[in-house]
Structure formats: C-alpha cells, structure tokens
C-alpha cells in the first residue's frame, strides 16, 4: 500500500541494540521490548514531532490528566516473519479504524493514518530483526495514545501522546479455557465504553478475574449489564460458538468487536458455514451443552489467536465441552490462520500487509 507520507518521521536510531542479549527461546508475554519506538504530540490540535527513538521511560508530570481521569487507549497487533524473511502485518488498517473510534468515544483526537500506518511500518521495517520467525512466535506491537495535559480538572486534555512499543513474543501454549458466568459484576453497559479499547475496561475486569480464578477459573464470561442472562466475551478475548454448520458469535456494542473475531466469521462464511452475529443467552449456551448441540466452543483474540473452551462455571455447576482435538472447525481455521500469517500459503483476502 502506498500511504501519502505527508508526516515526517525523524529517526534516532539507538546506539547499542539490545538484540544480543535477548533469548528468543524464553520470552514471556510483555516483558521483552525492542530498540525503538514511535513518538507522537499532540498539541494546539495538530500532530507533532513524529519521531522513532530508542525504547525508553517518559518523563510526565504528576497531574498528568490520564493518570486521573483515564484518558487511556490502546491497540494490540502483531507483525509475523514469513519463511523467505518477508515480515508482514496483519489487517492494521481494521486497528487504526478501531483506534479512532476508542479516541471519539473518549473525546481524544484522530490519529490519521500516514502517522499510525507509516509510522508501524517505519518502526517494524527498522526493528525487523526483532520479528521472530518460529512457528507461533511474533513481534507483538503496542499502540497507546493518553491525556498528557499537566492540570487537574475533569475536561478533555488539551495534549496527548501516541506511542507505538513492540515486544517479540514466543509461540502462545495453546491450553484450554475453564470459563465461569459472571452472573453479579458488569463489565459494560449499554451507551457506554464496552466497545472501546480503553484502560478502564481493563482496570475494572481485575478483581471479578481473580475472584473466578480463586475458585479455580482461568477467566470470566461476562454477561450483560442488565439482566446478566445474555453471554459476551472473555474480556480480552471474544467468543464463539459452533452449533451443526453454524458459528455464533455474540454481538453488541458492550462487545469489544475483535479483528479475529470478525477475520474467522470471514472465514467461515467464505468456505460455507454460516455466521451469526446477535444475543446469545446464557441459558441457549447451557442448552446447547447440555445437548451435545453446541460442539465447539473458544476464545479468540490477537494474544492467542484462538484457544478452546473445555469447561463452563455457571451457578455453581459445570458443564463439559467435547474434546478440542476433535473440533473441526476450530482447528481447521487456526491452521489457515498460522498458514496465511507466515506466508505459507495465497493471501486470498488480501490481509497481509508486507513492511517493505
Ligand atoms: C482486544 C480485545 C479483544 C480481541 O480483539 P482482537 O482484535 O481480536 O485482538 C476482545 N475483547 C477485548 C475486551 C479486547 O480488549
């Protein structure tokens, strides 16, 4: 794709790479960070100072706005290293759009995308030796944008700051989910920020998870705000359901609307299965459980691509899914995934964006 690079990016390039001392057959998920990163300012409204930079701490004031009143968004991408070497993003554009509409809920500004597109591309094309090539493993990438204005005062910030941080990450263990309904906390509610990628939703899911995994869960089936009987997502992953030929999906704006989510509906639909997308109650997936109906069942998201659910918590019983080794579908469009994110075979929709 040919961006019109109306934006300058200034590059400073470190001094000493880090790369030496990093062992890519032990990496754990965030913690391992590559040379640069990607700055933006956003000040008197306009994009400022896009500059690459050696990876390094930022220095903010203590009134820092986001840091008060939450101000806060963030993407979650990956760029995969195809066997020729070739390094390739996949559908960025669906985050960019994702992006801006997490920044016009929250009354933050547009990042336009020859910042967000070229800057990726900028970033990734010089830290590309960062980009792991193992089956599984790849350069996780970390856009953010917060309020950065150094006053108290719940308005808008008049200042922010985009970065762009990526963090190679190894092959995901692809265990299964034990699941529990959360039946009292909410996560979102209609006419609010479900939708949006921004921190509080995170913030909010960490005492209902721990509650759930003291009782042995890995994480929570969220369900609506108002009567708590209609299933949503996993928090960081969304949630899909395959009952005879077709895959159900729910589907709300309390719903973060996943790019894997939505790439595996594609999918389906393109080699013959139907897709819904709508309200799923609980109790239709309890049902459908109890009946041997629903067959498959998982999680998918950008972290971990796609992972089976084995177990449901929901009022104080459990219900079993099949097998995940027996999981047709599941396993069928994870492996086209893998196949179509390192390259190993046509790019038929067109998702791959190769960094050249
Ligand atoms: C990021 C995220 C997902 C998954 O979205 P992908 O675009 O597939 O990575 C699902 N739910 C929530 C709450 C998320 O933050």
Same mark, same amino acid.
Do not use: C
């Given at each position: 794709m040919n961006e019109a690079a109306t934006t300058a990016i200034r590059v400073?390039?470190? !001094?000493?790479?880090?790369?030496?001392?990093?062992?890519?057959?032990?990496?754990?998920?965030?913690?391992?960070?590559?040379?640069?990163?990607?700055?933006?300012?956003?000040?008197? /409204?306009?994009?400022?100072?896009?500059?690459?930079?050696?990876?390094? @701490?930022?220095?903010?004031?203590?009134?820092?706005?986001?840091?008060?009143?939450?101000?806060?968004?963030?993407?979650?991408?990956?760029?995969? !290293?195809? +066997?020729?070497?070739?390094?390739?993003?996949?559908?960025? *554009?669906? @985050?960019?759009?994702?992006?801006?509409?997490?920044?016009?809920?929250?009354?933050?500004?547009?990042?336009?995308?020859?910042?967000?597109?070229?800057?990726l591309k900028t970033l990734i094309d010089l830290d590309r030796d960062w980009v792991p090539g193992a089956e599984g493993s790849s350069l996780y990438i970390r856009p953010f944008m917060f309020g950065t204005e150094p006053a108290l005062g719940v308005?808008?910030?008049?200042?922010?700051?985009?970065?762009?941080?990526?963090?190679?990450?190894?092959?995901?263990?692809?265990?299964?989910?034990?699941?529990?309904?959360?039946? *009292?906390?909410?996560?979102?509610?209609?006419? /609010?920020?479900?939708?949006?990628?921004? +921190?509080?939703?995170? +913030?909010?899911?960490?005492?209902?998870?721990?509650?759930?995994?003291?009782?042995?869960?890995?994480?929570?089936?969220? #369900?609506?705000?108002?009567?708590?009987?209609?299933?949503?997502?996993?928090?960081?992953?969304?949630?899909?359901?395959?009952?005879?030929? #077709?895959?159900?999906?729910?589907?709300?704006?309390?719903i973060l609307h996943g790019i894997t989510r939505r790439t595996i509906i594609e999918i389906a639909r393109h080699w013959g299965y139907q897709a819904e997308e709508r309200k799923v109650s609980v109790k239709e997936l309890i049902d459908g459980i109890e009946d041997g109906s629903v067959t498959e069942a998982f999680a998918a998201g950008t972290a971990a691509t796609l992972t089976p659910i084995t177990e449901i918590g929901y009022e104080g019983r459990i219900y079993t899914l099949p097998d995940p080794a027996k999981r047709v579908f599941s396993n069928k469009v994870l492996q086209y995934l893998n196949d179509l994110r390192y390259g190993r075979i046509d790019d038929e929709f067109g998702w791959n964006l190769i960094v050249d």
């Open positions: 400073e390039q470190t !001094r000493q790479s880090k790369l030496p001392q990093v062992d890519f057959n032990n990496l754990k998920f965030g913690q391992t960070f590559s040379d640069h990163m990607l700055v933006a300012d956003y000040v008197d /409204g306009h994009w400022t100072d896009v500059s690459i930079v050696p990876y390094g @701490n930022l220095s903010l004031s203590p009134a820092t706005s986001a840091l008060h009143y939450g101000q806060a968004i963030f993407e979650g991408m990956k760029a995969y !290293r195809f +066997a020729n070497g070739t390094v390739s993003l996949f559908r960025p *554009h669906k @985050n960019l759009e994702r992006f801006n509409k997490s920044a016009l809920r929250l009354e933050m500004p547009e990042v336009p995308e020859d910042i967000f597109i070229g800057g308005h808008p910030s008049d200042s922010y700051k985009f970065i762009v941080i990526t963090s190679p990450v190894g092959a995901y263990y692809h265990k299964s989910l034990r699941l529990k309904v959360e039946t *009292h906390f909410t996560r979102a509610a209609e006419g /609010g920020v479900g939708f949006s990628k921004n +921190a509080g939703n995170y +913030a909010l899911s960490l005492h209902p998870t721990r509650l759930a995994q003291q009782e042995g869960f890995d994480q929570l089936i969220w #369900t609506d705000a108002n009567e708590h009987k209609y299933v949503e997502e996993a928090g960081t992953a969304n949630l899909l359901f395959r009952v005879g030929d #077709t895959i159900i999906t729910p589907s709300s704006d309390t």
